[in-house]
């Protein structure tokens, strides 16, 4: 079955850039949509289609692709952006979420 | 507005059965398809299956396949998502989701189910 990696972990200072990096085989191939999970909440997209972002959703996060690895960036990141990021790709009809990436605000 | 309004949280011992509903509300039922995706205590999101709204088709990840089973009742808006033969290690928080596009735009506040002897 299809499967996507991600970092466990990335730090980053307040009103820095903080990179989540998505990668797998052929993902240059297939949409890519990024997934914020606060504790204790649903998941809500913050980018859809490798890189729209939904309204309601702010401008400092954006997401690009190369080759096989997707990226999400949050920039000038705010202590609201401390949460898990999934990406998500689809496998035909099947979803495919990636292990997760904390991103914790120091 | 669109909402998915899930059951409540759910006790089972092993080998029992559960079966969860997902309300659905503010738009057409049948114009969007429902997934189902669950979370573990502390681990990663997992995707399940989804049902075609429409005419009632299914699909699951090899990993609940023989196990799931996911139906709908139109006339109340609401998919129901069944798993049997429950285990421990299935305690988790199971969400539906609604797919437009390529991506989730609206899901549900999840439900809690416990395995436990």
């Known amino acids: 079955s299809y499967e996507v990696t991600q970092a466990p972990s990335v730090s980053v200072s307040p009103g820095q850039t903080a990179s989540v990096t998505c990668s797998g085989d052929k993902l240059d191939k297939k949409y890519t949509s990024w997934y914020q999970q606060r504790p204790g909440q649903s998941p809500t997209v913050v980018i859809y289609q490798n890189n729209k972002r939904p309204s309601g959703i702010p401008e400092r996060f954006s997401a690009s692709k190369s080759g096989n690895t997707a990226t999400l960036t949050i920039s000038g990141t705010q202590a609201v952006d401390e949460a898990d990021y999934y990406c998500q790709a689809w496998d035909d009809s099947d979803g495919v979420f990636g292990p997760g990436t904390t991103v914790t605000v120091l | 507005q669109v909402q998915l309004v899930q059951s409540g949280p759910e006790v089972k011992k092993p080998g029992a059965s559960v079966k969860i509903s997902c309300m659905t509300s503010g738009y057409i039922f049948t114009d969007y398809a429902i997934h189902w995706v669950r979370q573990a205590p502390g681990q990663g999101l997992e995707w399940m299956g989804w049902i075609n709204l429409d005419n009632g088709k299914t699909r699951f990840s090899q990993n609940f396949q023989g196990r799931a089973t996911l139906t709908r009742d139109t006339s109340a808006s609401t998919v129901y998502m069944d798993l049997r033969s429950l285990r421990s290690d299935d305690t988790a928080v199971y969400y539906c989701?609604?797919?437009?596009?390529?991506?989730?735009?609206?899901w549900g506040q999840g439900t809690l189910v416990t395995v436990s002897s």
């Open positions: 989701a609604r797919r437009t596009g390529y991506y989730y735009d609206f």
